[in-house]
């Protein structure tokens, strides 16, 4: 797990078990979903299904996106 520098309440975590995602989905005010920024030459930056925000949304918090990708389906 990485702190940002600019605030202690934003976390990154590379990987997690279910059990524990299912908990952050819960505690979390928000849900912020960075994928389907336009970065050049990383075409994984699209995600082509949209089901973290579902997951989020499922657990009770509101998920922020962009409108791209498989996000608006």
């Not at 059990?19 to 005010?29: G, H, K, P, V």
């Amino acid at each position: 797990m990485q702190r940002a520098s600019f605030t202690p309440n934003i976390k990154f975590f590379s990987s997690v078990s279910h059990e524990t995602l299912i908990n952050m989905y819960q505690r979390a005010s928000i849900y912020w979903h960075a994928t389907g920024v336009s970065i050049p030459n990383v075409p994984s930056a699209q995600e082509h299904m949209g089901i973290s925000p579902l997951e989020a949304q499922a657990c009770g918090t509101v998920p922020i996106a962009f409108n791209s990708g498989g996000i608006p389906e």
